[in-house]
Structure formats: structure tokens, C-alpha cells
């Protein structure tokens, strides 16, 4: 797999899992009142926070936070981000640039863009693999 793909195929699954977080803290906050971080109360006026590092790790929200995952997870793609703009800005073809952003960057599916753009699933399919394969 090329450096393209891998970043077409990273960045959508990351979308893909951002979106899933967010579907699955939006249900707990409906249904449940949603994860609450422990946070250890403030017993004196002075100013939150720490200089020592083990004090600072005792300080931070656990891993298990979706909201923190999320937000992990929007840094990942910040990350990739010019990559990903500079491989998707090299298409010239409308069609083909608006398959290819819908479907890695928003994490649509190929009925979903067929149905935006009145055309097939299978043709949208065909025209976003014939692309990745060109990338190879």
C-alpha cells in the first residue's frame, strides 16, 4: 500500500471512529447522564495545577473518557491533514474529487454519495476503487 492510501484509508477510519464516539457519547449523556471524569476537589483557594510531573499525571482524565478519545483522535487527523489535502487537491475530475472527499473525509458511505449525486452505488464504488488502485 502506497503512503496515499494508507492516508486515505487512516484518515477515513479515524473520521469513522470520531463519529462513532460521538454517537456513543451523545447516548450516554441522553440516557445515562454520560461519563463524569473524577476530579479530586479544590480544598483551598490557590490556583489548580502542578509543577511536578507525577502530581500533573495524577491530574489527568482518564483514558476511558470518549470526549478525551475524541479528542486524540481529532489531533491524529490534524496530523494527517496536509497530507491528505495536498493527495485530494490533486484531483482535477469534479466527480471523482467529490466521491473522494465525501467518502474518506466525511466517512460516507458509497450508497450515501450515490444518493447525493443521483447516480449508482456500484458507479460511485467503481470510480472511488479505480482512483485508489491508481494511486499503487
Do not use: C
Not at 486515505?8 to 469513522?16: A, E, G, K, P, Q
Amino acid at each position: 500500500m502506497t503512503r496515499a492510501q494508507e492516508i486515505l484509508t487512516d484518515y477515513r477510519l479515524i473520521v469513522m471512529e470520531i463519529e462513532t464516539l460521538e454517537r456513543q457519547s451523545k447516548f450516554l449523556n441522553k440516557y445515562i447522564g454520560g461519563p463524569r471524569p473524577v476530579r479530586s476537589p479544590q480544598l483551598t483557594g490557590m490556583p489548580r495545577g502542578t509543577n511536578d510531573p507525577e502530581a500533573a499525571m495524577l491530574q489527568q482524565v482518564d483514558d476511558d473518557d470518549p470526549l478525551m478519545h475524541i479528542e486524540k483522535l481529532a489531533d491524529d487527523l490534524r496530523g494527517m491533514m496536509l497530507e491528505f489535502e495536498a493527495i485530494v487537491n490533486r484531483i482535477t475530475d469534479r466527480r471523482l474529487f467529490i466521491i473522494v472527499r465525501n467518502y474518506y473525509a466525511l466517512g460516507w458511505t458509497d450508497e450515501r454519495i450515490a444518493e447525493s449525486m443521483e447516480t449508482s452505488r456500484q458507479t460511485v464504488q467503481k470510480v472511488r476503487s479505480d482512483y485508489f488502485n491508481s494511486l499503487a
